[in-house]
């Protein structure tokens, strides 16, 4: 069962009713990547800019809070258009949140799993766990159970790309300029996941899509 009125039949009759644009793959995916961009650099200046500020308030867990509420604040308006259709920013907030939590969470323990023995191979423990969460709750919400795998795949394979090679620009201006070279991280994340989610809700919602024709 669809979540959020996310099935393909009731994707197409708001679409159809509402005379609404449907984007394609390329538009889905500059969206994602420009969009997500621009949250995840703000997502990260509290870590980068103010990290020392806000570890001395509220602690490093509430650092980390205060990122994940700027991700969430910021996302909704500028990736909702991804869903087809009017109504979409409602929707996109409630499938989001959800999806970001689950995909956060299931990182976080896959990291913190082998994180004392295998740093690096922790890391892509808990992308693979993350995506996979994330992944199988949008194929849920649009009720594209069938397109699970590309979409997972999409998921990690992009967000990995970014996280790493964010990770190697950041080692590298980390001698000259710590916050800029954090905020990097940030643009090699929100390049690599903001890709990955113009793919995956792209690819979950090809059943609506064929209902429209398109």
């Not at 990260?44 to 020392?52: E, I, L, Y």
């Not at 909704?76 to 959800?98: A, D, T, V």
């Not at 689950?102 to 993350?130: E, F, N, R």
């Amino acid at each position: 069962m669809a979540w959020f009125q996310l099935d393909p039949q009731s994707l197409a009759e708001r679409v159809r009713a509402a005379g609404s644009p449907v984007p394609s793959l390329a538009q889905s995916v500059l969206r994602g990547t420009v969009g997500f961009t621009a949250v995840s650099v703000a997502g990260f200046v509290p870590w980068a800019v103010f990290g020392r500020t806000l570890n001395r308030l509220v602690g490093e867990a509430g650092m980390y809070a205060v990122c994940a509420l700027v991700f969430l604040g910021l996302t909704g308006p500028l990736l909702h258009r991804l869903i087809l259709g009017p109504g979409s920013l409602g929707r996109f907030n409630r499938l989001f949140g959800l999806a970001f939590a689950g995909y956060s969470v299931a990182w976080i323990a896959g990291w913190m799993a082998l994180a004392k023995i295998h740093g690096q191979l922790a890391s892509v423990v808990g992308l693979l766990a993350g995506t996979a969460l994330m992944g199988t709750m949008l194929c849920a919400a649009f009720d594209a159970r069938e397109a699970r795998l590309r979409v997972v795949l999409a998921l990690f394979a992009l967000n990995a790309l970014g996280y790493f090679v964010g990770g190697e620009i950041t080692a590298l201006l980390m001698r000259h300029h710590r916050p800029t070279a954090m905020l990097a991280w940030g643009v090699g994340y929100g390049l690599g996941l903001g890709a990955g989610l113009g793919v995956a809700f792209h690819l979950c919602q090809a059943r609506a899509r064929a209902l429209l024709g398109r």
